[in-house]
């Protein structure tokens, strides 16, 4: 079992920057991709981004590729979405997730622990 406790959404202006934190606990984390989704009110979830525990290359959505990035820092157990030049379309419920499987897993059915989820509002 793992627990995930996410932070960071706010609103802010179009062209603005948040960074998003999903801190992880309750076993190890090694063997453990991360990823981050969103869903928009009456919309399906949408992937977002991705990333290893173990170091594993990063995925982006091709909407936020470019202007999102993905991180971690292994002493904190925590990984991190850094978002830049925000749009009003990126407005939706930010949901951190993780999964004992492959790298590159793109779809929320694929993820068993998942966040609470944070609001991100962007303005026009």
């Known amino acids: 079992q793992v627990q995930l406790v996410e932070s960071g959404g706010g609103l802010v202006q179009a062209g603005g920057s948040l960074r998003l934190s999903c801190a992880a606990s309750?076993?190890?984390?090694?063997?453990?991709?991360v990823a981050w989704f969103r869903q928009a009110p009456g919309k399906e979830y949408e992937f977002v981004s991705h990333?290893?525990?173990?170091?594993?290359?990063?995925y982006y959505a091709d909407s936020v590729k470019g202007r999102f990035t993905i991180s971690r820092e292994n002493a904190k157990n925590t990984a991190y979405l850094q978002m830049n030049s925000l749009k009003p379309d990126d407005t939706a419920v930010y949901y951190c997730?993780?999964?004992?499987?492959?790298?590159?897993?793109?779809?929320?059915?694929?993820?068993?622990?998942w966040g609470q989820g944070t609001q991100v509002t962007v303005s026009s």
């Open positions: 997730a993780a999964a004992q499987g492959a790298d590159g897993l793109k779809s929320y059915t694929q993820y068993k622990y």
């Open positions: 309750g076993r190890t984390f090694s063997d453990y991709v």
């Open positions: 990333i290893s525990w173990t170091g594993a290359p990063t």
